[in-house]
């Protein structure tokens, strides 16, 4: 599908130095993204739960079950609906040879720390990816590894050869089509061809060594949930006959390397180009950076779940058959719709329920996968279109910015009779640079929200009009009234209100915490660490030489007499020797038992042994420190053996749990106990 169109006389081309984003994983057994999913897991048969008829094609409906289907050797699966519209999640595992996965599509919008497909051809052959969808997206889940949201993840022990084509990917958080982990360990290629990808975070088309992405299209327009990379190399791969558009992500690129790695580029128009350090960009012949890369989808492409299944493409997707006696009936028993036929604008609409909602087709609607959905509310926007939602209890909040008309069960409302939804918002945009803490506070209520694709994050404390957590790659929001009184953010992440930036130093004071020593009348040395920054109050400084402030540490000495500081953040660490002073914190005493050096450790690893038919025995070691721990009830077990990096244990009816730095380089399990990584489990 090379796209003829003319090439730029100007040779203009950029070279712009990037972001160099390292994998992090060490182990072909555990890494953090949890690979664990592919081994010690019983195969769960798929079942038919409908079917309907598409071009010529029967196809299976599989309701998502928490539940992994494993491929064998030489195995086609295909014809499959995947619903994930329950809430649930299903996974496709390749770990054989000589597999196909063809004409699958996933519908609704997931949510879960679970890739889509996992793929690997573990024996040195050819394997196939065929005519998927995978177009409704997922919406990051509050607690998760960072790396478990991918469309197509294609495992670092990829040792054959991987045709992936007339794939749909759009809005998911953790790449598109993630094909560069072999990169690690073995000569694995995938050639990527006739696909399209459409606002994915980290990347929508991702290959390493001897990948070759072909007649593809992929780029950001800025209304999906995410941005990111249209491409990614991570080796020596090759852009043949692609439309690459950065949009708003990183001053517009498309093409991006890593560090080491070279990109051959030729019949291709792109938006720019981004090699980290020593990456190199090669440039063919009809290669052109200016004018706008055609965004169409490539004939063949599926443009949704049942196009995929009945194995039909964008070119032909056959009319549905309303009168099958197999139709799944609604869960929910109410209907909103937000109606925008005939509208000259577009309408802006949230709304809250008291029990649940969900994405509906109701009087012809379809699911927009734009449209945020999170357990007792839901957003979005429409145009010449409209959405609609079922949902169970009553309509609480409703807040409709435009001309669209709204009916509930058939009947046309006036949105002003119903409370609005706050109308101010607050959106912290994280970096996956670095963990950004924040805390602000308004004079009126705030509640969490999924304004412009933010995840719903539980975690996020919200007390008495003070909002604090933590965003990394990630966003927050919260809907607010009243006015902002006070806001301090410590990290690379950015805050706006009401879509406009904002420095939170024009909110209160820089430093909103108050932090008293008061000495026990003996002398008493001490070292307390925030994660923000942390000065002396005013002209509280002593006239000594004794206390020091360095960085977000102060160090200093107190006898019968009383320090204060001010800082923003949190409190991290609290070290004494000669005895313990008496610390409060915005006048509440600070209990001494919860800090020290063992309490900081900020990740989490669990062997969960409870729900195993058996015992299981394991054994993995981190590259920083790892002491045990009663993370979520487990047991401290004397006969777990801890040698300096490196455990040594087992579960058989109960849980193990660990606090650890740095990374885990080597994991091996005997057993069938379910293991989870918990990284920055304190949201420190």
Same mark, same amino acid.
Not at 312 to 320: E, F, G, K
Not at 324 to 344: K, Q, R
Not at 368 to 375: E, K, N, P
Not at 655 to 675: I, K, P, Q, R, S
């Given at each position: 599908?090379?796209?003829?169109?003319?090439?730029?006389?100007?040779?203009?081309?950029?070279?712009?130095?990037?972001?160099?984003?390292?994998?992090?994983?060490?182990?072909?057994?555990?890494?953090?993204?949890?690979?664990?999913?592919?081994?010690?897991?019983?195969?769960?048969?798929? /079942?038919?739960?409908?079917?309907?008829?598409?071009?010529?094609?029967?196809?299976?409906?599989?309701?998502?079950?928490?539940?992994?289907?494993?491929?064998?050797? @030489?195995?086609?699966?295909?014809?499959?609906?995947?619903?994930?519209?329950?809430?649930?999640?299903?996974?496709?595992?390749?770990?054989?040879?000589?597999? /196909?996965?063809?004409?699958?599509?996933?519908?609704?919008?997931? =949510?879960?720390?679970?890739?889509?497909?996992?793929?690997?051809?573990?024996?040195?052959?050819?394997? *196939?990816?065929?005519?998927?969808?995978?177009?409704?997206? #997922?919406?990051?889940?509050?607690?998760?590894?960072?790396?478990?949201? #991918?469309?197509?993840?294609?495992?670092?022990?990829?040792?054959?050869?991987? =045709?992936?084509?007339?794939?749909?990917?759009?809005?998911?958080?953790?790449?598109?089509?993630?094909?560069?982990?072999?990169?690690?360990?073995?000569?694995?290629?995938?050639?990527?061809?006739? #696909?399209?990808?459409?606002?994915?975070?980290?990347?929508?088309?991702?290959?390493?060594?001897?990948?070759?992405?072909?007649?593809?299209?992929?780029?950001?327009?800025?209304?999906?949930?995410?941005?990111?990379?249209? %491409?990614?190399?991570?080796?020596?791969?090759?852009?043949?006959?692609?439309?690459?558009?950065?949009?708003?992500?990183?001053?517009?690129?498309?093409?991006?390397?890593?560090?080491?790695?070279?990109?051959?580029?030729?019949?291709?128009?792109? $938006?720019?180009?981004?090699?980290?350090?020593?990456?190199?960009?090669?440039?063919?012949?009809?290669?052109?950076?200016? @004018?706008?890369?055609?965004?169409?989808?490539?004939?063949?492409?599926?443009?949704?779940?049942?196009?995929?299944?009945?194995?039909?493409?964008?070119?032909?997707?056959?009319?549905?058959?309303?009168?099958?006696?197999?139709?799944?009936?609604?869960?929910?028993?109410?209907?909103?719709?937000?109606?925008?036929?005939?509208?000259?604008?577009?309408?802006?609409?949230?709304?809250?329920?008291?029990?649940?909602?969900?994405?509906? $087709?109701?009087?012809?609607?379809?699911?927009?996968?734009?449209?945020?959905?999170?357990?007792?509310?839901?957003?979005?926007?429409?145009?010449?279109?409209?959405?609609?939602?079922?949902?169970?209890?009553?309509?609480?909040?409703? $807040?409709?910015?435009?001309?669209?008309?709204?009916?509930?069960?058939?009947?046309?409302?006036?949105?002003?009779?119903?409370?609005?939804?706050?109308?101010?918002?607050?959106?912290?945009?994280?970096?996956?640079?670095?963990?950004?803490?924040?805390?602000?506070?308004?004079?009126?209520?705030?509640?969490?929200?999924?304004?412009?694709?933010?995840?719903?994050?539980?975690?996020?404390?919200?007390?008495?009009?003070?909002?604090?957590?933590?965003?990394?790659?990630?966003? =927050?929001?919260?809907?607010?009234?009243?006015?902002?009184?006070?806001?301090?953010?410590?990290?690379?992440?950015?805050?706006?209100?009401?879509?406009?930036?904002?420095?939170?130093?024009? %909110?209160?004071?820089?430093?909103?915490?108050?932090?008293?020593?008061?000495?026990?009348?003996?002398?008493?040395?001490?070292?307390?660490?925030?994660?923000?920054?942390?000065?002396?109050?005013?002209?509280?400084?002593?006239?000594?030489?004794?206390?020091?402030?360095?960085?977000?540490?102060?160090?200093?000495?107190?006898?019968?007499?009383?320090?204060?500081?001010?800082?923003?953040?949190?409190?991290?660490?609290?070290?004494?020797?000669?005895?313990?002073? *008496?610390?409060?914190?915005?006048?509440?005493?600070?209990?001494?038992?919860?800090?020290?050096?063992?309490?900081?450790?900020?990740?989490?690893?669990?062997?969960?042994?409870?729900?195993?038919?058996?015992?299981?025995?394991?054994?993995?070691?981190?590259?920083?420190?790892?002491?045990?721990?009663?993370?979520?009830?487990?047991?401290?077990?004397? @006969?777990?053996?801890?040698?300096? /990096?490196?455990?040594?244990?087992?579960?058989? @009816?109960?849980? =193990?749990?660990?606090?650890?730095?740095?990374?885990?380089?080597?994991?091996?399990?005997?057993?069938?106990?379910?293991?989870?990584?918990?990284?920055?489990?304190?949201?420190?």
């Amino acid at each position: 599908m090379a796209r003829d169109f003319p090439v730029s006389d100007d040779g203009d081309s950029r070279d712009n130095s990037a972001e160099n984003a390292a994998d992090g994983s060490n182990s072909s057994l555990l890494d953090r993204r949890s690979y664990l999913k592919l081994a010690g897991t019983a195969t769960v048969a798929a /079942t038919a739960t409908g079917a309907a008829s598409a071009a010529g094609e029967e196809y299976e409906v599989i309701e998502a079950d928490n539940s992994n289907y494993f491929l064998d050797d @030489g195995e086609v699966f295909e014809n499959k609906i995947i619903d994930f519209s329950n809430g649930n999640w299903f996974t496709i595992i390749a770990n054989a040879t000589n597999w /196909t996965i063809r004409n699958v599509g996933f519908r609704g919008v997931h =949510d879960h720390d679970h890739n889509a497909i996992v793929a690997r051809d573990d024996s040195g052959g050819t394997s *196939t990816i065929e005519n998927v969808y995978l177009g409704d997206g #997922c919406v990051r889940p509050s607690t998760y590894s960072s790396h478990g949201q #991918c469309g197509i993840f294609v495992h670092r022990d990829h040792s054959g050869h991987l =045709d992936i084509r007339n794939v749909y990917t759009e809005d998911w958080p953790n790449n598109g089509i993630y094909a560069s982990a072999a990169a690690y360990d073995t000569p694995g290629t995938v050639t990527i061809e006739n #696909c399209f990808g459409k606002n994915n975070y980290v990347a929508s088309l991702r290959v390493s060594d001897g990948g070759k992405v072909i007649d593809s299209v992929a780029y950001n327009d800025g209304n999906g949930r995410y941005t990111g990379r249209p %491409f990614w190399g991570w080796g020596d791969q090759e852009v043949i006959g692609c439309d690459l558009d950065g949009g708003p992500y990183a001053g517009g690129d498309a093409i991006f390397g890593r560090s080491g790695s070279n990109t051959s580029v030729e019949d291709t128009r792109h $938006t720019g180009y981004n090699m980290s350090g020593s990456g190199g960009y090669t440039e063919g012949a009809n290669v052109s950076t200016s @004018g706008t890369p055609d965004h169409s989808v490539p004939d063949g492409v599926p443009t949704s779940p049942e196009a995929a299944a009945g194995g039909s493409s964008n070119t032909d997707v056959p009319p549905q058959d309303e009168s099958s006696d197999d139709t799944e009936e609604p869960s929910l028993a109410n209907t909103i719709v937000f109606d925008g036929n005939g509208t000259a604008d577009t309408t802006s609409y949230e709304f809250v329920v008291s029990e649940a909602v969900e994405a509906s $087709t109701d009087e012809g609607a379809t699911i927009d996968a734009a449209a945020s959905v999170d357990g007792d509310r839901a957003s979005g926007t429409v145009a010449d279109y409209l959405d609609a939602f079922r949902f169970d209890g009553q309509l609480e909040r409703l $807040t409709v910015d435009g001309d669209a008309t709204v009916r509930v069960n058939g009947v046309e409302i006036d949105p002003d009779d119903i409370d609005d939804v706050l109308q101010d918002v607050v959106l912290v945009d994280g970096s996956p640079e670095d963990v950004t803490r924040y805390e602000f506070t308004v004079s009126g209520e705030a509640e969490r929200s999924g304004y412009d694709g933010a995840s719903i994050d539980d975690e996020d404390v919200i007390e008495d009009g003070t909002v604090h957590g933590v965003v990394a790659d990630w966003k =927050d929001a919260f809907r607010y009234s009243g006015e902002i009184e006070e806001m301090t953010l410590d990290g690379p992440g950015t805050v706006s209100v009401n879509g406009e930036q904002v420095d939170p130093s024009d %909110f209160g004071v820089d430093l909103p915490h108050e932090l008293e020593v008061r000495g026990p009348g003996v002398p008493v040395g001490f070292e307390i660490t925030v994660d923000g920054t942390i000065e002396f109050d005013g002209d509280d400084r002593p006239e000594d030489e004794a206390t020091t402030i360095s960085g977000s540490t102060v160090q200093s000495t107190v006898t019968s007499d009383t320090l204060r500081f001010r800082f923003s953040g949190a409190l991290t660490d609290i070290t004494m020797t000669g005895g313990k002073a *008496t610390v409060t914190v915005d006048g509440e005493e600070v209990d001494l038992d919860e800090y020290g050096d063992p309490e900081l450790l900020r990740h989490a690893l669990v062997i969960d042994g409870t729900d195993a038919s058996g015992p299981s025995t394991y054994s993995f070691r981190v590259d920083g420190k790892v002491i045990k721990s009663e993370y979520r009830d487990a047991s401290i077990d004397d @006969g777990d053996v801890l040698e300096d /990096t490196t455990v040594r244990g087992g579960v058989g @009816g109960w849980l =193990d749990a660990y606090w650890f730095e740095g990374d885990v380089e080597d994991f091996t399990l005997l057993g069938d106990a379910a293991v989870d990584i918990q990284y920055n489990a304190r949201k420190q």
